[in-house]
């Protein structure tokens, strides 16, 4: 590529910097389109709200002004206002105290002259409002009114010497004929009048337009003489004139009397009682600017927006070849350890084929997979899972030599190249890789405790593609699992075989799950003091298209690896508590034990299973009996003492079974809720030939009874063992001997038999 030539790359990121120009530009253009009639529309609706509140304001004004000369009438009539006029001024004075937007109040007699007026002093001449014709006119024609009050078009007041409008009331005698009238002045210059109570936006205008085309009122007002005496030239007169019988309404337009604008928008709403009109109108740069300060963030956001695009894509265009060489590495890296990936993992390993082949050298592939990893991350979520993933990393990666690479492929899945290690080699490592697994690791307070299943290939004597390498790797890997897993297995020819029987048992369990191809048997628990059955345990067999029975050895390791031992063991339990109904119906006092596979005891429905199946079949609580391995509780002990307490306290039994083959604790073991704990079998088998394991069975039995728990001996076979057990203080006893596991029908035979003999039931 020529010096100053740009790469796909730039040419890809010009092409999205322009895209997204037009697409932004085109997508704010119509989404502001869209936001300015909005705008308009809500300016639109909020005016006509506001005008309809000013004319409702103004009327209930008025009709509160004109009402309340009445009484004030009443009260002149009592005196003699036509002798003397100043004894009508306390009552005058009074009214404007209680009306503050009253500026002056004038008594007129029948035929126009003044009487009192409150805007001239006492003693000076009173002005007469005969020698002025309009003003008199509307006087004499308002005295003749029979509405409540009268409301006079705006006028220059002489006594006040400003512009108002008046409200007049008349006082009337018992025939109807006029005494006097009272008039209340309301300037239009001043503040305070009842249009600037009224909240509206800033540089807002409003008003009251009498239906005649004049202002009664506007605020606010620069030059009175300009507004009122005339008739308005704005768009509410135009608009009232040409449609009288109009309510309301929204206008645009001119405003010749408000100096600098030249157009307003707003809305007007007729006065209920009045042919007169309120008003609101702001300039028609209100939803300019309301527009702007509604959408001025998203238009800045997308300027700024923009510009750092631009910068981003140069800076992005002058150092591609940095960043190319970091995404080709990151591509090839695990996210979570760091680790090469499986991509990464193909391209070393054909490197690694090469290289050997060329210098017919020998190298070794480990596939490495940790045992009931899904388990962990059952019960204590994928974030500890993860965390204890960059550990195991962390710890194989100290095991290793300077060349070794240790690769993920996913999953739980780790992949070893070691090169130049041939059998004996790869024995030494992988042996110390399966020692530094032996210690918990201490994942945020758990003590988690997990092991590996290793698969070993070497090249080329197990392949020479790096399909046949990883393959045979992963045959081993399985037979490792097979074997009881936490081992290292070479492959052989024979594995691949094996490999695909596994698969095919994994394929029939899922059939015989779902035709019930499974029977229970049960082996009786004997009480040693007494010989009576007082429990059976619930075992799984396999029944063969042929007849034969399967033992659990033979598939339950496969039905741990693929999950289906979860829906197995729920039938079972489920199976075993309607048996256990039967007995107990058939008056038979009996309980029933069923083992807890680990993958089970990890599920975090257990609970709600068991109970549910308990309160189908009916039985109580007391009369089921979990058996939890060793192995399985000290997994995580913490929460094993959790979830077994949740058990105990629902008052389900619990049992620890094949006890002396784990990790447990002396302090695990007394803060465990268990009833029972069963002595395994290869203990018991070293009676009268083991002197250890008569120590250790008798120290079982003897720690047992201190912590006020039961004690079972599994595989009683011979009745030296049995009396050897009994002598030791052990309350139970299990094996051949005492009963072998039968189906439900032949057991229920033997325990009626035994009952009507009173004897211990021996095989």
């Avoid at 008594?107 to 007026?117: E, I, K, Q, Y």
């Amino acid at each position: 590529m020529r010096t100053g030539e740009l790469t796909p790359y730039s040419w890809l990121l010009r092409k999205a910097l322009l895209t997204f120009l037009i697409a932004g530009i085109v997508a704010l253009s119509a989404y502001g389109a869209y936001g300015w009639k909005r705008e308009e529309q809500d300016a639109r609706e909020n005016f006509l709200i506001l005008s309809a509140f000013l004319a409702s304001f103004s009327q209930i004004y008025f009709d509160g002004l004109g009402n309340g000369l009445a009484p004030l009438g009443d009260l002149l009539a009592q005196t003699d206002v036509f002798k003397n006029p100043e004894a009508a001024r306390p009552h005058l004075n009074n009214f404007i105290k209680r009306y503050p937007s009253v500026r002056a109040v004038a008594v007129f007699s029948p035929d126009g002259v003044m009487l009192a007026n409150t805007a001239v002093k006492a003693g000076e001449t009173l002005p007469d409002f005969r020698l002025d014709p309009p003003y008199i006119k509307q006087l004499l024609s308002d005295m003749t009114s029979t509405a409540p009050y009268t409301l006079a078009p705006p006028e220059y007041g002489k006594a006040l010497r400003m512009w108002r409008f008046t409200v007049r009331y008349v006082v009337r005698d018992s025939e109807g004929i006029p005494k006097f009238l009272v008039q209340a002045a309301i300037p239009l210059e001043k503040e305070g009048t009842f249009l600037h109570q009224l909240p509206v936006p800033p540089n807002s205008y409003i008003g009251l337009l009498r239906a005649d085309g004049y202002q009664q009122a506007r605020f606010p007002v620069s030059d009175a003489s300009d507004i009122y005496g005339k008739l308005s030239p704005g768009p509410v007169a135009k608009i009232i004139s040409e449609q009288p019988d109009i309510k309301a309404g929204y206008f645009n337009g001119s405003s010749s009397w408000v100096s600098g604008e030249s157009s307003r928008i707003g809305a007007f709403t007729k006065l209920p009682n009045w042919e007169m009109y309120a008003y609101v109108s702001v300039p028609a740069s209100y939803i300019l600017k309301r527009w702007w300060q509604h959408n001025a963030p998203i238009f800045i956001s997308f300027t700024i927006f923009f510009a750092l695009f631009v910068i981003l894509a140069y800076r992005m265009t002058k150092r591609e070849g940095y960043f190319s060489s970091e995404l080709i590495n990151q591509a090839m890296r695990d996210v979570l350890t760091g680790l090469p990936n499986r991509a990464c993992l193909n391209s070393i390993l054909e490197a690694n084929i090469i290289s050997a082949s060329s210098g017919q050298r020998k190298f070794s592939v480990l596939l490495l997979d940790l045992d009931r990893f899904k388990g962990i991350n059952d019960t204590f979520g994928h974030a500890i899972g993860d965390k204890l993933l960059i550990r195991v990393a962390q710890t194989i990666q100290t095991m290793l030599r300077g060349g070794d690479v240790l690769g993920r492929l996913g999953g739980d899945d780790f992949l070893l190249i070691l090169p130049g290690s041939d059998e004996s080699g790869v024995m030494i490592i992988t042996q110390r890789i399966l020692d530094s697994f032996k210690s918990s690791f201490d994942i945020e307070g758990h003590a988690l405790r997990i092991t590996p299943s290793i698969g070993i290939a070497i090249y080329p004597d197990h392949g020479e593609e790096p399909e046949s390498l990883l393959k045979h790797a992963d045959t081993a890997m399985y037979e490792s699992k097979r074997l009881g897993r936490n081992a290292y297995t070479l492959y052989v020819d024979q594995m691949g075989k094996r490999v695909r029987d596994r698969l095919e048992m994994e394929q029939q369990l899922r059939s015989a799950l779902q035709n019930e191809d499974f029977r229970v048997f049960y082996q009786p628990v004997v009480d040693m003091q007494s010989g009576e059955i007082v429990a059976v345990e619930a075992l799984v067999r396999w029944l063969m298209p042929d007849g034969k029975l399967l033992m659990p050895d033979e598939f339950i390791h496969v039905a741990e690896d693929s999950g289906m031992i979860i829906p197995l063991g729920e039938w079972v339990l489920r199976t075993a508590c309607r048996q256990l109904r039967l007995w107990l119906t058939a008056g038979l006092s009996l309980r029933v034990a069923v083992n807890l596979s680990t993958r089970q005891f990890q599920d975090p429905l257990l609970m709600e299973k068991i109970m549910t199946i308990v309160q189908e079949t009916g039985i109580e609580t007391s009369r089921l009996e979990l058996e939890v391995t060793e192995t399985a509780a000290m997994l995580n002990p913490e929460e094993t003492i959790e979830i077994l307490g949740v058990f105990a306290d629902k008052g389900v039994r619990i049992a620890i079974d094949d006890f002396g083959t784990g990790y447990s604790s002396l302090s695990y073991l007394k803060r465990i809720p268990a009833n029972t704990i069963k002595i395994d079998k290869m203990f018991v088998d070293g009676l009268g030939s083991e002197v250890q394991d008569a120590t250790i069975v008798r120290t079982v039995i003897a720690l047992a009874h201190a912590l006020g728990k039961e004690t079972v001996a599994e595989g009683i076979e011979t009745e030296q063992q049995y009396n050897e057990i009994k002598a030791m203080g052990c309350k139970y006893a299990q094996g051949f001997l005492l009963g072998i596991p039968l189906e439900a029908e032949t057991l229920t035979r033997l325990m009626a038999s035994w009952k009507d003999k009173n004897m211990i039931l021996f095989s």
